[in-house]
């Protein structure tokens, strides 16, 4: 049970970031004298999804869906979850909309070019999620598509998809936002950082691309368990044989990723794509999933075009000297 | 005078589905299912190289990602003409059926169970077990995604067995995440096997991850025999009658899968009533009438009489029901019989409840394979074949794949090492896919007779019979 010193403190943070400001902690705090208990509202939409990111997210790692569920948000809607269906559905949906205390967690692209490529209840996704956009305290973009575009925006789509984030700078919507890119979306990062915001009411520090520090700072390379290995340019060239050496002439984009998988691990730290010796494809990067061919067979790596480390490779051998 | 019911958007599925039904007289006349979105991945995939398939086209889901990651690495090794070692050949068998089994495990409890049973019954909880009481929290809060309006339907209301039942839903989604380890330990973490290339398998698989895969292997047996399979029986003996609703045209097909231990578990054919011929792959094809694309394969939403972005597959120009009940008429007959015949009297057929109770049938039948199978993976020898990237190789194949829905087959054309066409016949495309001149599409068959004086049962029916077929709507429109 909370004490009226702790609720107090909870109301002035739930205050600032429902409304940017403290001065109203009192009327926080009366609201939780009438529910006794308030935890952050947090509804779901998926756009032109695979569904990945709400799976990643059940699957848990660190983090774990019911508890994220029963102790840290008050889970409104959810596609792949709500008992409703249709009408009434959509009926839930609009009675959170309609305030504007919750979060938005959004899946997947939006296709601008052919806006009926996704409908919902009868309407295209970019008027579909217009309200929920418009009205949400914090935008949360879950996973690569809704950060970046992803595999819809790639070269060649049909269907003119465009990241969350294209989608409101082009419907002009201003509103406190955060990245979580990855295909599909690591459970820590997520329900990381929206724990993050319900405990503290404040965004956490972020990157220049908006996704949270704490996950997203450094690259997957200099968090690889495989560096002293690239370091004395041990290089895999057999997936049968070289069963530790540095994936990166098979084209491995660690060093252009910026994520903390290596330390972080996936589905209860069991397991992640290098440690299962198979090379970073980079989904969590902003050009996921990229015009260049996702394996090779380099030579040097000086011929890894994608690589902007190269300069400082061919410095280290200088270096040597 | 004919009604238009309509059921838009169908939740607890994977995708966009819109479901409207014509109503005459207390009786379903027609019915139409409206895939609602389309990404592009085949045409997103030309000019690629055939490797990056591989990681691409799992994207088209994540709940079965494992099946088109499998598919997509044999199509590029026919294309490329590469032997995979035998141990790769073993773990991939281990993903796929451990997949198979959390897959119908989600699908049962997380997306259909909600349609028969009243969770609110939870309320009515007073015992002292700590979760149960942290579930009836959840449960009661003013506003979350597990309340249902209260149908005057008939549903399960006892109290123990909706306890049981609850209990059992959230023990679903943990049982799901232990089992994600079981698949990471292998293929390197889940969603998206990045651990399955053209060779075989990347993983250094050691004893004791062969351990911890046994581990949940276990854990998941305990799971399907005790619970899931027991839960399937309470909503058999509850609702009978949906042995009799939702059948389509008793015409079936099935491609061989897990077949590493002699004879394959699953074998090839097309079953129409008893009869079993042998697959013909040249008579598969594709029909474009009902969907939004024009006869090149470009899209054109709106294009006159279309109205779904799902295509429709045929098999000698007939719609043909994929999925664990057409496997298990095919490959398994007597045991999916027996089983039937403690509820229903008369012929098994695709059903609503045959379609559930062959899922956990088919789990059991899969458990023991997969059993046996981790004993036949050779300690030392090689899991991969290393493929060169650079080969220019101009050519086409086909590979397929079991699937939690059906059947799947990935086929690749490449022109001079860069993939030319790429195209997915997914399982759900064929259940779902739309109707071509009066051939009506299998769900679409399967909803025609359902019968009520009331339109709110008429819906309900209609969600049932749409969910028994677990409708993936990322992997039918792609």
């Not at chain 1, 600032?16 to 109203?24: Q, R, Y």
Request: charged share 25%.
């Amino acid at each position: 049970m909370l004490t009226r010193r702790q609720l107090l403190q909870h109301s002035a943070k739930l205050s600032m970031l429902l409304f940017g400001s403290k001065v109203f902690a009192a009327d926080v705090f009366d609201g939780f004298i009438k529910l006794e208990e308030k935890r952050i509202k947090v509804i779901f939409i998926q756009g032109q999804v695979c569904a990945g990111c709400s799976i990643s997210m059940m699957y848990g790692n660190e983090t774990s869906f019911m508890q994220f569920i029963r102790h840290i948000i008050s889970l409104q809607v959810h596609p792949m979850l709500s008992f409703e269906s249709s009408d009434d559905y959509l009926e839930m949906l609009e009675n959170t909309v309609k305030n504007d205390d919750y979060i938005l967690v959004f899946e997947g692209s939006i296709p601008m070019g052919i806006p009926n490529a996704c409908n919902i209840g009868g309407l295209p996704l970019k008027d579909f999620i217009k309200p929920a956009v418009e009205n949400a305290s914090i935008i949360v973009a879950s996973g690569t598509c809704s950060s970046h575009g992803g595999i819809p925006a790639a070269v060649n789509n049909e269907t003119g998809a465009v990241s969350l984030i294209e989608y409101l700078d082009m419907q002009n919507i201003k509103k406190p936002y955060l990245r979580i890119p990855g295909c599909p979306v690591h459970p820590d990062w997520l329900m990381g950082s929206i724990s993050y915001i319900a405990a503290t009411g404040k965004i956490p520090k972020m990157t220049e691309l908006k996704t949270p520090e704490t996950y997203y700072k450094d690259t997957i390379h200099n968090h690889c368990s495989r560096f002293q290995h690239f370091s004395q340019d041990l290089y895999l060239s057999d997936y049968a044989q070289d069963k530790t050496n540095c994936l990166l002439k098979k084209g491995c984009r660690g060093p252009v990723t910026y994520s903390d998988c290596p330390i972080r691990n996936w589905n209860g730290n069991t397991n992640f794509c290098i440690k299962s010796n198979a090379p970073c494809v980079g989904c969590v990067h902003p050009d996921w999933p990229f015009d260049s061919d996702m394996y090779i067979t380099a030579e040097k790596v000086e011929d890894i075009s994608w690589w902007e480390m190269q300069e400082k490779v061919k410095n280290r051998d200088n270096d040597k000297k | 005078m004919s009604k238009n019911l309509k059921i838009d958007p169908l939740t607890r599925i994977e995708g966009h589905l819109k479901i409207s039904v014509e109503e005459e007289a207390g009786t379903v006349k027609d019915a139409k299912v409206h895939g609602e979105m389309y990404r592009g991945f085949e045409k997103i995939l030309h000019g690629r190289h055939p490797f990056d398939a591989a990681r691409i086209t799992q994207r088209v889901c994540s709940i079965c990602h494992e099946v088109h990651g499998v598919a997509s690495v044999k199509a590029i090794e026919n294309l490329y003409n590469v032997d995979v070692p035998f141990n790769g050949l073993i773990l991939r068998d281990l993903i796929l059926g451990l997949h198979v089994i959390t897959d119908h495990i989600i699908h049962f409890y997380n997306l259909c169970l909600p349609d028969y049973a009243d969770f609110n019954i939870i309320s009515e909880y007073s015992g002292s077990d700590r979760n149960l009481l942290k579930i009836k929290e959840l449960i009661t809060r003013p506003s979350n995604p597990f309340l249902k309006r209260k149908e005057n339907a008939k549903f399960i209301r006892e109290k123990d067995l909706c306890i049981r039942l609850v209990r059992n839903y959230f023990k679903a989604i943990d049982v799901r995440s232990k089992a994600a380890s079981g698949l990471a330990i292998l293929g390197a973490k889940t969603p998206f096997c990045q651990a399955l290339l053209p060779g075989g398998i990347t993983t250094d698989v050691t004893l004791d991850s062969l351990y911890k895969y046994h581990k949940v292997l276990e854990e998941t047996a305990d799971f399907v025999i005790q619970d899931y399979y027991e839960d399937v029986q309470i909503l058999c003996e509850y609702f009978p009658e949906y042995f009799g609703i939702g059948s389509a045209y008793d015409r079936f097909f099935g491609y061989e899968s897990l077949s590493m231990s002699g004879e394959p578990l699953f074998k090839e054919g097309v079953l129409h009533g008893s009869k079993l011929y042998p697959l013909d792959y040249k008579k598969i094809s594709e029909k474009l009438v009902s969907s939004y694309y024009d006869d090149d394969g470009k899209p054109h939403y709106g294009k006159n009489n279309a109205y779904s972005w799902i295509k429709a597959p045929r098999y000698d120009g007939l719609p043909m029901e994929t999925g664990p009940i057409a496997r298990l008429l095919i490959s398994h007959n007597k045991t999916i019989s027996a089983e039937t015949a403690k509820y229903y009297k008369g012929d098994v057929l695709s059903s609503t409840m045959s379609r559930l109770l062959a899922r956990v049938v088919e789990c059991k039948i899969i458990l023991k394979y997969l059993f046996d199978l981790i004993s036949e993976y050779r300690p030392g020898d090689d899991n991969i074949v290393t493929v060169d990237p650079n080969q220019k190789i101009t050519g086409s194949a086909f590979a397929t794949s079991i699937a939690a829905r059906g059947d799947l087959m990935h086929k690749i054309s490449t022109v001079d090492g860069r993939i030319d066409e790429y195209n997915m016949v997914m399982p759900s495309t064929w259940n779902f896919g739309p109707s071509t001149g009066s051939l009506k599409g299998i769900v679409e068959k399967a909803l025609i007779g359902i019968k009520s004086s009331d339109e709110a049962s008429i819906k309900l029916q209609t969600e049932r019979v749409v969910r028994s077929f677990d409708p993936c709507t990322a992997c039918s429109i792609h």
